[in-house]
Nanobody
């Protein structure tokens, strides 16, 4: 069992930066790939970024590539998403998720993730 708690969301102006954090509880964190997803009102949940169990492989959505960096610290059971040059279209609830299937190859489909956090709101003003 893995419990995930996100933090770091907030209101930021366009062009600004945010660093989202996700802390996991449970002894199997290091066995899971991790991902960040987001969901805007009226839209489906979409993949933002993911990485494998040791951070050796990462993958980003085209919409955030070059502006975002995902990382993890297995000693602290944490995963992070640094987002720069934020745009109003980045506004959404951001979710942290853990995936057994994604432990060695990053998956982008929400249904392949086993555990989810409650989400943190990111709002980017123009």
């Amino acid at each position: 069992q893995v419990k995930l708690v996100e933090s770091g969301g907030g209101l930021v102006q366009a062009g600004g930066s945010l660093r989202l954090s996700c802390v996991a509880s449970g002894r199997t964190f290091n066995d899971h790939g991790m991902g960040w997803f987001r969901q805007a009102p009226g839209q489906e949940r979409e993949f933002v970024a993911g990485l494998t169990w040791n951070g050796g492989r990462t993958k980003y959505a085209a919409s955030v590539e070059g502006r975002s960096t995902i990382s993890r610290n297995n000693c602290e059971n944490s995963v992070f998403l640094q987002m720069n040059s934020l745009k109003p279209e980045d506004t959404a609830v951001y979710y942290c998720a853990a995936s057994w299937a994604s432990r060695s190859e990053v998956r982008e489909v929400p249904s392949e993730y086993n555990y989810w956090g409650q989400g943190t709101q990111v709002t980017v003003s123009s």
